[in-house]
């Protein structure tokens, strides 16, 4: 069992966080915690929390607040606070997980660094397949050159691959991980952002304005996102001026934050 907590955000799809939950569960090494950050989900996804609860081998945390829209900043703050380890690893309800991801991540993480993964991203039929059937490892190898895990491309990829440049702050929230004292440093998420989009460059950019690097991570921490339709996206153009007044403003703290669930 890893000293970490693994934060999963949802909404309404109570079907994916069932796959993802299992493949959390069959993880070589198992979070110390699991925490679902759920932005207002109904009663389908309490209940499939609740089974699952039942034999779950790590404490399963439900931490829910009222669909008032898109809030996952807000969620994953309460989230955050919650935390009761030292490092947090962040994932979204739909995915599912390589049986080596949690693993993968607790390799690299190093003090002063923050971790960038990404995913691969699975066609509509081939979601649909492993949803009516369930996600095996043999199912998840056989998908996608993307998924290979090899340790020394890991480990040369970590400090060159979109680090510099235009990609300095390129991340996806869906697949992340933090030091949670490098979080409150930085006062978490900033809870402007209502909608769609930018939430998770932000805070990148308040970290790397605060001196926390960006390590990223390639060849391993290998995850798998099932396909759905797009975000509505009509806050996006507001939710780039906050990121943008980040950059220009060599923000580093949220004014409105983690702090208030502390």
Known sequence: MASCSLIIATYNWPEA???????????????????????????????????????????????????????????????????????????????VLHPWFIADHMEIRKPGYFVAGSRVMLS???SASLLAKGAT????????????????????????????????????????AFWKK?????????????????????????LINAGIKKQSIKMGAVCYHLYHKLSEKSTEEQNEKIMMTAISEKMMVAPDGLDKYL
């Open 17 to 95: 966080l069932r796959l993802c939950l299992q493949s959390v569960r069959d993880q070589k090494l198992l979070p110390g915690e699991v925490i679902v950050a759920d932005d207002g989900s109904g009663p389908a996804t309490a209940g499939l929390i609740k089974e699952f609860q039942h034999d779950f081998p790590v404490p399963l945390m439900h931490i829910w607040h009222p669909d008032e829209g898109f809030r996952l900043a807000a969620i994953r703050n309460k989230a955050i606070a919650a935390a009761s380890t030292d490092y947090i690893i962040q994932i979204d309800g739909d995915l």
């Open 124 to 126: 509509a039929a081939t």
């Open 182 to 206: 490098d979080l409150v440093a930085v006062n978490g998420y900033n809870e402007a952002f209502k909608g769609w989009g930018s939430e998770d460059r932000e805070i990148a950019i308040r």
């Open 137 to 176: 490892e043999a199912d998840l190898q056989k998908i996608s050159i993307n998924g290979l895990r090899n340790r020394l491309l890991r480990s040369l990829l970590a400090n060159t691959y979109k680090i510099k440049g235009r990609h300095k702050y390129y991340v996806k929230g869906c697949n992340m």
